[in-house]
């Protein structure tokens, strides 16, 4: 059964750095895309960044565009997400998504897109 783990989040305050991991069990994450998403109270889930199967493409929204770095250790099975300088606003549940490897040369941010998801890791930025 395909299963995606994510871990890492937690408290922080503005202006800390969090690492969350997204690992796999049951497949392999050579073969798949990786988006993380992220869903604040009261709002829609928001794509954060996404990763091709390759890894030589990746995508990152605006908000987070200098701050968060993603990235993939096929080795491990686990894809990464390095957020720096968390703002309050940063303050989601994060959730990492995988989708079959297309033959588009870049990924998805948009979570319809993905077919499997994790149960999330909750992120809150304050002081």
């Known amino acids: 059964q395909l299963q995606l783990v994510e871990s890492g989040g937690g408290l922080v305050q503005p202006g800390g750095s969090l690492r969350l991991s997204c690992a796999a069990s049951?497949?392999?994450?050579?073969?798949?895309?990786i988006g993380w998403f992220r869903q604040a109270p009261g709002k829609e889930r928001e794509g954060v960044s996404c990763?091709?199967?390759?890894?030589?493409?990746?995508n990152t929204a605006h908000s987070v565009e200098g701050r968060f770095t993603i990235w993939r250790d096929n080795a491990k099975n686990t894809v990464f997400l390095q957020m720096e300088e968390l703002k309050a606003e940063d303050t989601a549940i994060y959730y990492c998504?995988?989708?079959?490897?297309?033959?588009?040369?870049?990924?998805?941010?948009?979570?319809?897109?993905?077919?499997?998801w994790g149960q999330g890791t909750q992120v809150t930025v304050s002081s």
């Open positions: 998504a995988a989708i079959a490897a297309t033959a588009q040369a870049y990924c998805f941010m948009s979570d319809y897109e993905y077919d499997y």
């Open positions: 049951g497949f392999t994450l050579d073969y798949y895309e």
């Open positions: 990763i091709t199967s390759s890894g030589r493409s990746t």
